[in-house]
């Protein structure tokens, strides 16, 4: 028996209203797109949601005491709350420049986290 969702596609800033026809844990159509990457988004969002997280660390002897941060890639959506408990307990010393590895391969997800600013 097909069932049905609704999700908005976030690609782009038109917003596309998605409708989604789904058979189980498959989507078998998508509607209400815009343009073709809509489908492959809704796919996606439905069977394994990613995200890039972005936050801030710790950081001693600079300006400022938070570092701003990133992954280097999309991380499963289910385990940001890992991720960010081990975020919890990293603590840079300045300098820091901007794009260094501040934490491999976090939460096993083989993602590094990168510094985004550069701070002295
Ligand atoms: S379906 Fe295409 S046009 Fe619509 S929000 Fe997504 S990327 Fe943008």
Redesign the pocket.
Known sequence: MSTTANLT????P???N?ELVLDGNRVVQVSG???K??PA?AEKEFINPTRVLTTTVKIEGARVSRLPVKTDGEIPKSILFDCMRELSEVKMKAPVKNGEIILKNVAGTGVNVVATRSLT
Do not use: E, K, R
């Not at 596609?9 to 782009?12: D, E, S």
């Open positions: 596609c976030i690609l782009c038109m917003s596309c998605l797109n815009s343009c990457l809509g988004y």
